[in-house]
């Protein structure tokens, strides 16, 4: 148990839809990491916030944003679902903001099928 | 562009010792990671390295080469518990984590 938790656990939406994500960070982490981890591959970076805001992003398009609260809690918001946004959606939390070499702890994920 | 290359299966015996390679290509280098990943589960921190060596971690050891833009994840005395994707990650200069695919490994008894 990493202190990380993320709801809902599964989601099945469909096409053209909109889905919010969410994402609660382990106790005195300030840094929240989303990642999309289609099947058999390696986790994608979608984006890091940083005490509220956004610090960093991958190469996702901007139907893909987040947010930060003031308690360290996040979302992840995507709009207009496409087929290929099915996968599993992770959120990681970390101590420290961009200039620290800081192990990132994962939740249990959220298991999004768009149909 | 960045690249980090792995196997993407082993198969080893129970109580045996397996390597698990991982060659990286990035944009700069601020650290190395290793994660266990049982299917169907978030990923789990295994070791950190940023120096050139081998960390040693119970049953699991991690070893760097930053001029080599490589790294090896050391599993002895595997147990059936093993059996899971095993992925490496590199931190690079924008501090983000660029990830390998995992290896899947198979542990018979």
């Known amino acids: 148990e990493t202190g990380v938790t993320q709801s809902p656990t599964h989601l099945i939406k469909t096409r053209g839809q909109q889905v919010t994500l969410r994402c609660s960070s382990q106790?005195?982490?300030?840094?929240v990491s989303w990642y999309q981890q289609a099947l058999g591959q390696g986790p994608q970076f979608i984006f890091q916030?940083?005490?509220?805001?956004?610090?960093g992003r991958g190469n996702f398009p901007p139907r893909f944003s987040g947010l930060q609260f003031p308690n360290y809690s996040s979302e992840l918001n995507v709009n207009a679902l496409e087929l290929d946004d099915s996968a599993l959606y992770l959120c990681?939390?970390?101590?420290?903001?961009?200039?620290?070499?800081?192990?990132?702890?994962f939740g249990p994920g959220t298991r999004l099928l768009v149909l | 562009g960045q690249n980090i290359d792995q196997p993407t299966e082993m198969t080893a015996t129970e109580g045996a010792i397996v390597q698990i390679n991982c060659t990286y290509q990035?944009?700069?280098?601020?650290?190395l990671f290793w994660y266990q990943q049982h299917a169907g589960e978030a990923p789990t921190f295994l070791s950190y390295?940023?120096l050139d060596g081998l960390e040693e971690k119970g049953r699991f050891s991690s070893f760097l080469s930053r001029s080599k833009g490589y790294s090896y994840l050391l599993l002895k005395e595997l147990q059936m518990k093993d059996s899971a994707s095993y992925l490496c990650?590199?931190?690079?200069?924008?501090?983000?984590?660029?990830w390998g695919a995992g290896t899947k490994l198979i542990i018979k008894p």
């Open positions: 990681a939390s970390s101590p420290g903001g961009t200039g620290f070499g800081q192990t990132q702890y």
């Open positions: 106790s005195g982490h300030n840094t």
């Open positions: 990650a590199v931190r690079d200069s924008n501090y983000q984590l660029i």
């Open positions: 390295n940023v």
């Open positions: 916030y940083y005490r509220e805001e956004e610090n």
């Open positions: 990035t944009s700069g280098f601020n650290g």
